[in-house]
Every structure is written in structure tokens, then in C-alpha cells.
């Protein structure tokens, strides 16, 4: 009688555990958008992802990893290397960032996910060090094309993270506005909303 043992199974090929993250991360982010950082169930994420918990544990060993991870790929999704112009041009630079990170952070799953951060990191430290680190890398990055621009346009700059952090923020607290106000924008506002902070701050430019 021939034998019905089936062969052992390989490793899963690497494409196939890109397609379980993926689908990992939907669910999660799908859980927390609904029941909150503390009401996410990670019981319901398992099974909604159809996997078991020892593939979502080989993965994230708790709920704050996992939400981190989701974190982790939006600032991925919205890294502006690309949007920030060549050869450098400091004012279509700002524009081009503040423009993408708003538009990006508009939508409406961001604004879901960037509301939870907020209202839970009291309760949820590592949230507020994630909130943290995100502002840190744009901080960085935008202090890094200030100090090119100066170099191109041979115009001292003295201090390109103050003038990168006052930027940064100026453009989050735009955004904070938005959030807790829950009001629609248009893009042509976001655009004319840019386009008169960036002036406002370059008028400034022979005092940074």
C-alpha cells in the first residue's frame, strides 16, 4: 500500500513571508484603527491574519512591537529623500517636503493612526518615543538639505537643526490643528498653507 506521509515542508520562500508581514500588518493596523492601542485584541489580530500566534510572536513579542512595526513602515512609506530637489533649491525643497509629509499624513488611515499615538502615549510610553523618533528623523534629514542649500548658495547658515526643528514643528502643529479639529482640507489650502509658511520662515534667512 503506498505510503500517504507527505514530504516535509521547506522554509517558506522569501516572498511568502513578505505576503504574511504584509498581511500581518493590514490586520494590525485594521485592529488598532478600531478598538484603540489597549483595546487591540492580539487574539483577533491571529486570526484575522490567519496565522498563529507562534508566527506572530516569532515576529513581534508583544503588542507595542507590533504597532512600532506599523509605525516603522508609514515613516518608510513617507520618506522624503525623493521630493527634496537636485541640485539643491532650499525654498522648492521645504515645499516639496512639508506638501508630501501632509499629504501623506492626511490620509485618513495616517490620521487614524497618528491620533492613537497621541491620545494614548500618557498611558503608553513607547508610543511617545515613537512620536518622538519620527519627528527626530525629519528634524535630521531637513537640517541636512539646510546645510546643503547653504553651501550651494554660499549663505552661512549657524545653526541648521534650530532652523530644522522650528520648521518641522511649525509644520506639525498644522497638522495637530487639523487632527483636533477634525476639519477636511483641501489640497489647493494645504498647498497655500505651505507656500505662505515657507515664505514666512525664508524672510528670516539672514538671521540662521
Same mark, same amino acid.
Given at each position: 500500500?503506498?505510503?500517504?506521509?507527505?514530504?516535509?515542508?521547506?522554509?517558506?520562500?522569501?516572498?511568502?513571508?513578505?505576503? &504574511?508581514?504584509?498581511?500581518?500588518?493590514?490586520? $494590525?493596523?485594521?485592529?488598532?484603527?478600531?478598538?484603540?492601542? =489597549?483595546?487591540?485584541?492580539?487574539?483577533?489580530?491571529?486570526?484575522?491574519?490567519?496565522?498563529?500566534?507562534?508566527?506572530?510572536?516569532?515576529?513581534? $513579542?508583544?503588542?507595542?512591537?507590533?504597532?512600532?512595526? &506599523?509605525?516603522?513602515?508609514?515613516?518608510?512609506?513617507?520618506?522624503?529623500?525623493?521630493?527634496?530637489?537636485?541640485?539643491?533649491?532650499?525654498? /522648492?525643497?521645504?515645499?516639496?517636503?512639508? #506638501?508630501?509629509?501632509?499629504?501623506?499624513?492626511?490620509?485618513?488611515?495616517?490620521?487614524?493612526?497618528?491620533?492613537?499615538?497621541?491620545?494614548?502615549? $500618557?498611558?503608553?510610553?513607547?508610543?511617545?518615543?515613537?512620536?518622538?523618533?519620527?519627528?527626530?528623523? =525629519? &528634524?535630521?534629514?531637513?537640517?541636512?538639505?539646510?546645510?546643503? +542649500?547653504?553651501? /550651494?548658495? #554660499?549663505?552661512? +547658515?549657524?545653526?541648521?537643526?534650530?532652523? !530644522?526643528?522650528?520648521?518641522?514643528?511649525?509644520?506639525? =502643529?498644522?497638522?495637530? #490643528?487639523? %487632527?483636533?479639529?477634525?476639519?477636511?482640507?483641501?489640497? !489647493? !489650502?494645504?498647498?497655500?498653507?505651505?507656500?505662505?509658511?515657507?515664505?514666512?520662515? %525664508?524672510?528670516?534667512?539672514?538671521?540662521?
Amino acid at each position: 500500500m503506498p505510503s500517504t506521509k507527505k514530504p516535509p515542508r521547506g522554509r517558506p520562500r522569501q516572498q511568502d513571508i513578505a505576503s &504574511i508581514e504584509q498581511k500581518l500588518l493590514e490586520v $494590525a493596523t485594521a485592529e488598532f484603527r478600531e478598538h484603540g492601542f =489597549g483595546g487591540a485584541s492580539l487574539n483577533r489580530i491571529v486570526s484575522a491574519a490567519a496565522i498563529s500566534k507562534t508566527t506572530l510572536y516569532s515576529r513581534y $513579542a508583544s503588542k507595542s512591537e507590533l504597532f512600532l512595526a &506599523i509605525v516603522q513602515q508609514q515613516i518608510t512609506e513617507m520618506a522624503p529623500a525623493s521630493v527634496l530637489p537636485e541640485p539643491p533649491n532650499l525654498e /522648492a525643497g521645504l515645499k516639496a517636503f512639508a #506638501n508630501h509629509i501632509l499629504q501623506k499624513s492626511l490620509d485618513d488611515e495616517m490620521k487614524d493612526i497618528n491620533r492613537l499615538m497621541y491620545s494614548e502615549s $500618557a498611558r503608553f510610553p513607547e508610543l511617545a518615543k515613537a512620536a518622538s523618533d519620527r519627528t527626530a528623523r =525629519g &528634524i535630521k534629514r531637513i537640517a541636512t538639505y539646510i546645510e546643503t +542649500c547653504a553651501t /550651494a548658495d #554660499n549663505i552661512p +547658515c549657524s545653526n541648521a537643526s534650530r532652523v !530644522a526643528e522650528v520648521f518641522i514643528l511649525m509644520v506639525r =502643529g498644522w497638522y495637530m #490643528n487639523v %487632527l483636533l479639529t477634525n476639519r477636511k482640507v483641501s489640497a !489647493a !489650502a494645504r498647498k497655500q498653507w505651505v507656500d505662505d509658511a515657507v515664505q514666512i520662515l %525664508l524672510n528670516s534667512r539672514k538671521n540662521w
